[in-house]
């Protein structure tokens, strides 16, 4: 079972949702830059579950325990990166109904298929969001190398069943567009309950989300994620694109379904002077005055935010009755599913989407620079 990704910066995850503990193996960390552990544990928190009605009543910690990687000055040494995160708030006993008879939607049946009995089912096991738990801890600590060379990545959710927040004013690359960016991203940072830019739609979210539950049901949602200030020549074309390594670690959080970038797939109804962002110069440089393309093309950076949205299917464990089969018997079976969910994973793949965003960006940094311009700590 590969749970790896990345180039120069490869990352792995271990464990399941009820083993002993999770975790993650960080390789190719620049040496010599120090850690803040407090701003890391402020970041997880943001991911943690048990902290509302839209999210598990499951209450887990979420306390990182650095094994290796770093030295007696708290800075990275070289050597791989290891995180532990312990798993101390399990109910296995809510799942023993599905040893034998599988979720719709979820990758019981695919296990079952797979290892014929094998797989471990309970939580879902390397299957389930809690393994969004390590990614972000890998990914806390990528932000903040590239906050330091003045990358800054923020996401929100754009939309839960329905209703819709604002879009980041990123798809115009202006100064005063990227003002206005820099305003939301500053607003993201004190939102609440959920991480929207209008409060309003974060509270009729929360209404959409407490329907769905009250319903025995899930609602599914969008997150919009943008990266400012990665600098133009990042990347490389054909299959080692910044998108492509982009949307390969995004599809490792579970319940993704979609993801595109700047004007999406709003491009097939555009005309090519509509989509085409044309170039000016700024600050002495070449530069998009648009970002329809989402800030890369040819799978290389434009200096432009990158720009992307993913789509998060609802949760598949739901409290409703629904048709499964009994793979011992191959018999039809009647499935309702104890435990504890979230009524809408949407909102806690928020934080662990500028995870992945960073791992990513900083792996083609490290990988396929700007010629000349490798990504340094001095």
């Avoid at 719709?104 to 879902?124: L, N, R, Y």
């Avoid at 950076?301 to 793979?327: H, N, Y």
Wanted: net charge negative; with cysteine; charged share 20%.
């Amino acid at each position: 079972m590969p749970s790896s990704f990345g180039t120069t910066l490869r990352v792995t995850v271990f464990g399941q949702s009820h083993s002993e503990g999770i975790g993650c193996v960080v390789e190719g960390l620049p040496a010599g830059f120090g850690v803040d552990l407090d701003a890391l544990a402020a970041f997880m928190a943001r991911r943690a579950p048990g902290q509302g009605p839209w999210s598990t009543p499951r209450k887990e910690p979420d306390a990182v325990r650095v094994l290796s990687g770093l030295n007696v000055q708290g800075e990275t040494c070289g050597a791989p990166l290891a995180l532990a995160i312990m798993n101390t708030n399990t109910r296995s006993r809510d799942y023993d109904n599905l040893l034998a008879v599988p979720r719709p939607g979820h990758a019981d049946f695919t296990a079952w298929a797979k290892w014929h009995g094998s797989q471990d089912v309970p939580g879902g096991g390397h299957f389930s969001g809690r393994l969004t738990a390590p990614l972000c801890a890998a990914g806390g600590i990528a932000l903040q190398l590239l906050e330091e060379k003045g990358v800054r990545i923020r996401s929100h959710l754009a939309q839960v069943g329905s209703v819709r927040d604002e879009r980041f004013s990123a798809l115009d690359n202006s100064p005063e567009s990227a003002r206005a960016l820099a305003s939301q991203m500053e607003r993201l940072a004190t939102a609440s309950p959920l991480p929207t830019i209008d409060p309003e739609a974060g509270r009729a979210m929360l209404d959409e989300i407490e329907s769905a539950r009250r319903d025995l049901d899930s609602v599914g949602g969008l997150v919009e994620c943008v990266c400012c200030g990665l600098p133009a020549g990042v990347g490389s074309p054909m299959f080692d694109g910044i998108e492509n390594t982009i949307a390969r670690a995004a599809f490792g959080i579970p319940a993704v379904k979609g993801i595109e970038f700047g004007a999406g797939f709003g491009v097939a109804a555009m005309r090519g002077h509509e989509d085409n962002d044309p170039y000016v110069v700024r600050d002495g440089r070449c530069a998009p005055a648009t970002n329809n393309a989402g800030g890369a093309l040819g799978g290389i950076s434009t200096g432009a935010p990158i720009v992307f949205r993913i789509a998060m299917k609802p949760t598949s464990s739901i409290a409703r009755e629904q048709d499964s089969v009994d793979l011992t018997t191959m018999e039809p079976a009647k499935l309702r599913v104890h435990g504890r969910h979230d009524p809408c994973v949407a909102v806690r793949a928020v934080p662990v989407s500028e995870a992945v965003c960073a791992l990513a960006v900083l792996d083609s940094w490290l990988s396929w620079p700007p010629e000349g311009e490798p990504l340094s700590l001095s």
